[in-house]
């Protein structure tokens, strides 16, 4: 059997001189760098897409490519099924929340996680009873979820959702919370966007720790394509017809085989050379951590500092006792072709892959550690970062907000209202408000602040002065 079929698949397809009389329309005429129409822009974007349906596998996908693949990665990862998803975890999340949910029955999930699991409950019509994360007494980081805050919970949730590695790298014990939510019959989803690598290092990934489904994106910490995740699940507390039904609902019909053959390529050279590769790259960042604490006031989120566990693969600066903003020290970094995964003015998030270069790692180290002295100021107090502090009160499911009917309001006047519609800072992505949550005095303060500083993403007025929010009479 082939250690890569969808692979190998789709190199005979780009070796085949096929010109197919269905899509996609660029009707694979620019493989070769040719004459056709407008090639000197189009043959180095799209000379490598081949779909998979009609493409790398027939239409009635008799190869069996795909299903092939998805069962390696599966096994790879300690699965018993896995599907591949070209919509990224955001897809996963989406479809994952769907498959342990129901219209109108509270299930829990962790409030720092991703925009998309607030659209898996508006697909899904769930009521979220939301778990808050612990944060870090001096950093107002957060810290991981506890088994204890899913022994409290009150309600009788349908599933418990949480996410590790959060975006700063902190990670929840994922088979402590297993065997807490186990204890009350129910799965465990995690999302794993962040954490891809973890299913290749000892100790494994969420699922051989204990979780029922996981999602995890293969373009953030591994080398796929973007837009690349995989949902991964146990047979026992989740049904595998349903998670497929669930995956088919969000995924396209016309997926692209050449992003599709990128996980299976990658599962394999992870399997093959992937651990000496996190070896060299853990180590490296071990470096770059103990070069960056010479640093006189700085802080780099570790395992002891932080008080729990942290992805070994990130580097997150905490600040405020350099008097440095990370606002400049993330703008210096862009300046000089290194933008990091994110920056505020309290910290700074770094992500390290297989893919980078020790050396450069180490080399960065020094550049990084230059930047922050040169932007020294008077140290300042640690303060809390909105969207990991947020409490917000549901009164109606996101399903319900997002399809009652909506009238707009200045979003000054909208205190006291409930939300139709979603507030997220980009990144890390958690909203600081969403749909069916009341509109507060402080959630319109936070918002208002974050769009001074950056990008908030998905409401629907991009200059945040109004807000559509729900006619409950």
């Known amino acids: 059997m082939s250690r890569t079929p969808l692979l190998d698949a789709w190199r005979r397809a780009m ?4 010109h197919p009389m269905q899509v996609s329309g660029h009707k694979l005429q620019y493989r070769d760098g040719s004459n056709a129409l407008g090639a000197e822009l189009l043959v180095e974007l799209i000379r490598d897409d081949l779909a998979l349906q009609g493409g790398v596998d027939d239409n009635a996908f008799t190869g069996n490519f795909l299903v092939a693949a998805e069962a390696l990665w599966a096994q790879a990862v300690g699965a018993d099924h896995s599907r591949f998803l070209v919509g990224g975890s955001s897809q996963g999340n989406i479809a994952a929340l769907s498959s342990v949910a129901r219209p109108g029955v509270p299930v829990a999930v962790d409030r720092t996680s991703h925009r998309s699991s607030q659209a898996g409950l508006v697909v899904s019509g769930a009521r979220p009873v939301w778990i808050y994360p612990t944060l870090h007494p001096e950093f107002h980081l957060p810290i991981g979820m506890s088994p204890e805050q899913v022994d409290a919970l009150d309600a009788p949730v349908s599933a418990v959702f949480v996410t590790s590695p959060s975006y700063i790298g902190t990670l929840s014990d994922v088979a402590s919370l297993a065997e807490a939510t186990h204890r009350r019959g129910i799965p465990l989803v995690i ?11 000892d100790g494994g990934g969420a699922i051989v720790q204990g979780a029922d489904v996981s999602v995890t994106s293969v373009h953030k910490a591994l080398m796929g394509y973007s837009q ?3 949902v991964s699940m146990r047979d026992g507390r989740v049904e595998r017809a349903h998670v497929d039904r669930c995956v088919d609902l969000t995924s396209t019909t016309s997926a692209s085989g050449t992003l599709l053959a990128s996980i299976d390529a990658t599962r394999d050279v992870m399997e093959r050379e992937g651990r000496p590769a996190l070896d060299r790259a853990i180590q490296a960042v071990a470096e770059a951590r103990a070069r960056l604490v010479k640093v006189p006031g700085l802080i780099v989120l570790d395992d002891d500092n932080a008080q729990c566990v942290v992805d070994p693969m990130k580097i997150t600066l905490v600040l405020p006792r350099t008097g440095a903003s990370g606002l400049e020290v993330g703008q210096a970094l862009w300046d000089l072709g290194h933008g990091p995964e994110s920056a505020d003015r309290d910290t700074v998030v770094l992500t390290v892959t297989v893919a980078d270069d020790p050396a450069f790692i180490r080399s960065f180290a020094g550049t990084l550690a230059a930047i922050v002295e040169g932007h020294r100021g008077e140290p300042r107090d640690f303060a809390p970062i909105d969207v990991w502090t ?6 109606l499911t996101p399903r319900e907000a997002f399809f009652g009917r909506h009238r707009r309001m ?6 006291g209202q409930v939300s139709a ?6 990144p890390p992505g958690v909203p600081l408000l969403a749909p069916g949550e009341l509109v507060t005095a402080e959630a319109v303060g936070a918002i208002q602040a974050a769009g001074r500083v950056q990008r908030v993403a998905y409401s629907s007025d991009p200059t945040l002065e109004t807000i559509e929010i729900v006619e409950l009479t």
């Open 421 to 426: 519609e979603q507030f997220c800072p980009y």
């Open 228 to 230: 690349t995740a995989v």
């Open 15 to 18: 070796a085949s001189k096929r």
């Open 390 to 395: 947020v409490l917000p009160e549901v009164v």
């Open 410 to 415: 200045r979003l000054v006047d909208a205190v």
């Open 191 to 201: 999302d794993q966007a962040w954490g891809a690598h973890m299913a290749f290092l």
